[in-house]
């Protein structure tokens, strides 16, 4: 199996960026799952039913989100559709949505960390008791782990190396240069990156984010569109047969 893992995608840029490059890559990797982080979509926060839409026209066959899920009310009653759009795993029993969904023949799997970003039920926990309640696992299992902190990221990689296919990272939108197989089997990387604007700060306008550290007062962050886009991903082999990563690389362009 051969799967394509696409970063935090922010705003229209990014959804642009993924419809013009998607259906080629498609084609030319012979891919059989696209999993996206689409958290950002809708203007840099949140997620809606048509920005979701957009995703899943241009060949995502699966959306994974984070802390910002709930930015935008309207995917709220959509999280219990039949669109494939996930959120994290570890809230609370009550929550609407999902955790996790098959398509085909992997599991997608999504959790939020705790350092840094908020009050949510323990990612580590959440994702033992799921490996325990599968009656009919697929052999491949893809967790994307949304986080701040590396340490955090990296702590549960090791902890589900040779449980999970492969844990990778998102939310901090900045790519990491650590792609590598653990050595029972699952493939991991730190974060994945973003498919945004090259000339940001992780996807908004440079002047938001400068007036917000130099003034210390609030002020909105608009989605950056200028100069060339960024699409940054990873690309995963797994056998078949016994659902471990055999390879993976990071796999990132540019849209001019």
């Known amino acids: 199996m051969r799967v394509l893992i696409i970063g935090d995608v922010i705003g229209k840029p990014g959804r642009t960026a993924v419809r013009a490059l998607l259906p080629e890559l498609r084609q030319e990797l012979g891919l059989d799952l696209v999993i996206a982080n689409g958290e950002n979509s809708a203007g840099g926060l949140g997620i809606t039913p048509e920005t979701a839409e957009d995703l899943l026209s241009s060949g995502v066959d699966a959306i994974t989100t984070g802390n910002h899920v709930w930015d935008q009310r309207e995917i709220i009653p959509h999280l219990d559709s039949s669109m494939p759009i996930i959120r994290p795993l570890n809230?609370?029993?009550?929550?609407?949505?999902?955790?996790?969904?098959?398509?085909?023949?992997?599991?997608?799997?999504?959790?939020l960390g705790r350092v840094f970003?908020?009050?949510?039920?323990?990612?580590?926990?959440?994702?033992?008791?799921?490996?325990?309640?599968?009656?009919?696992?697929?052999?491949?299992?893809?967790?994307?782990?949304?986080?701040?902190?590396?340490?955090?990221?990296?702590?549960?990689?090791?902890?589900?190396?040779?449980?999970?296919?492969?844990?990778?990272?998102?939310?901090?939108?900045?790519?990491?240069?650590?792609?590598?197989?653990?050595?029972?089997g699952t493939?991991?990387?730190?974060?994945?990156?973003?498919?945004?604007?090259?000339?940001?700060?992780?996807?908004?306008?440079?002047?938001?984010?400068?007036?917000?550290?130099?003034t210390q007062t609030p002020r909105r962050l608009n989605v950056a569109n200028s100069g060339p886009t960024l699409f940054q991903s990873v690309l995963i082999d797994f056998d078949d047969m016994t659902g471990k990563a055999t390879e993976i690389v990071r796999l990132d362009k540019e849209l001019p």
């Open 187 to 214: 493939a991991y990387v730190t974060d994945i990156g973003m498919v945004g604007s090259a000339n940001s700060v992780i996807g908004v306008e440079v002047e938001d984010v400068l007036g917000r550290f130099l």
């Open 91 to 111: 809230y609370p029993p009550g929550t609407p949505g999902r955790g996790q969904i098959r398509i085909g023949n992997a599991l997608v799997v999504n959790l």
């Open 117 to 184: 970003i908020g009050t949510v039920d323990c990612p580590f926990r959440a994702m033992d008791q799921l490996l325990k309640d599968l009656t009919d696992p697929p052999k491949v299992i893809i967790v994307d782990m949304h986080a701040e902190a590396t340490s955090e990221k990296q702590a549960i990689g090791w902890y589900v190396n040779g449980r999970a296919s492969a844990l990778v990272g998102t939310h901090t939108h900045v790519p990491t240069a650590d792609a590598r197989i653990l050595p029972k």
